[in-house]
């Protein structure tokens, strides 16, 4: 089967300009691929595309697991027509990947892939690897993973939360998936990039290396031309392509189930996006995101909900970096704001924490500048954020985890 891969001029061809610069697709998917599926004793019709050259068929919606510690919500999805469950060595503390193993344990292996993600240490300002970011660290982490899995491979590992084209490249994380993939511990080679997406996207098609790239897109990002380029490039090269942070970093910060999935619905509109690992944490959630799998195509009253809310700042960080050259501290504020919206958005101080404490930040956060120099392009109060979020180094970890 060819597949439907859409380049920039044929985007803009088949699109419509909305309020605020969103683009709605008109002509994408007019016969989707559905494969009919048993779900609970009934025959349900769902849309299926193929990521890319690993060949793996998948719906176009799947689980991403970070903030879901309830294995029934975990199996629910699976019995439903979820195949993908997503995760990473450093959520909830290892807790997540010992979740799903639970959920997995005496499952067909087949009926289900796992893709997980190991992060090497880095410096924040910059998005270089720094001291510690070995191959035999990171070999040791995926191997941790596998235990708390409780199985031998995983379908995809992930060079995870990369953001400089250097990083997509370095050579100890490239030998340690080389090892772990001739070991079998692997099926297909993966890069993850919250910020910085299209730098980092290029690079990692350069390579030549990986099979897929886990990314940001949705319908706020400023950059989102470039991100959707770069998208582009990537699926001419076979690269399957997974979408993260479809809904603005999450479901609370979307008013309605109407726009929750016009928001979902948006990122697939662009055929190039082969699937997107929406963080559910509640059954109603769920449902949201079954709804989509069987019905992708974006109705009038959705675009509207979009175009209304495209001006909204939310709780989602840009991830432009412009404000790092701004910051006499050189605080990684990108960093900062994502854990900001960890707590406020997706309830989870555990995950903040980690990342906050991972930074080394100095201990008087903001304390030193009378006035913040720094701009935001979203029109964030950076400075008042910044000194809310650090407070989670003082919470004892017994008290969270």
């Known amino acids: 089967m060819k597949r439907n891969m859409v380049g920039r001029r044929d985007f803009m061809k088949t699109s419509l300009a909305g309020f605020g610069g969103i683009f709605f697709l008109s002509t994408v998917d007019q016969r989707p691929e559905e494969k009919l599926i048993d779900v609970k004793g009934k025959k349900q019709k ?152 299209p730098e980092v996207i290029h690079a ?63 990122v697939l509109q662009d055929p190039n996006v082969h699937t997107i690992v929406p963080g559910f944490t509640t059954f109603d959630q769920l449902e949201v995101d079954l709804a989509v799998m069987e019905d992708i195509r974006l109705n009038d009253a959705e675009k509207k909900d979009l175009q209304k809310e495209a001006s909204l700042p939310g709780l989602y960080c840009q991830g432009c970096r412009e404000c790092l050259g701004q910051c006499v501290a050189r605080l990684p504020i990108p960093d900062l704001m994502r854990a900001y919206m960890y707590v406020y958005d997706y309830r989870n101080l555990a995950m903040a924490q980690d990342l906050v404490l991972s930074l080394g930040l100095p201990s008087g956060v903001c304390g030193e500048c009378d006035l913040c120099p720094v701009k935001c392009s979203s029109g964030f109060k950076v400075k008042e954020k910044m000194r809310d979020i650090v407070r989670v180094r003082e919470i004892p970890t017994e008290f969270i985890a």
């Open 46 to 197: 769902l849309v299926y595309r193929t990521l890319g050259r690993t060949g793996l068929k998948l719906p176009v919606i799947n689980m991403g697991v970070m903030n879901s510690d309830n294995p029934n919500l975990i199996r629910t999805a699976l019995d439903s027509g979820i195949v993908l469950l997503d995760t990473a060595h450093a959520y909830m503390q290892g807790r997540n990947e010992e979740v799903i193993g639970t959920v997995i344990k005496g499952r067909a292996r087949d009926s289900y892939m796992i893709g997980s993600k190991v992060s090497l240490p880095q410096d924040r300002t910059t998005g270089r690897y720094s001291d510690g970011a070995t191959e035999a660290e990171f070999l040791k982490k995926l191997d941790l993973s596998l235990k708390r899995l409780g199985i031998d491979h995983v379908d995809i590992l992930y060079n995870h939360n990369v953001s400089h084209r250097e990083s997509a490249s370095y050579e100890p994380v490239l030998n340690a998936m080389a090892k772990a993939r001739k070991a079998g511990k692997f099926r297909f080679s993966g890069i993850t990039t919250h910020t910085n997406e």
């Open 204 to 266: 990692a098609v350069d390579t030549k290396f990986y099979d897929v790239i886990l990314t940001a897109y949705n319908y706020q990002q400023k950059h989102v031309a470039e991100v959707r380029d770069a998208i582009a490039r990537a699926a001419r090269a076979g690269v399957g392509i997974v979408g993260m942070k479809a809904i603005r970093g999450g479901y609370r910060q979307t008013p309605s189930v109407r726009s929750s999935a016009a928001a979902l619905k948006w």
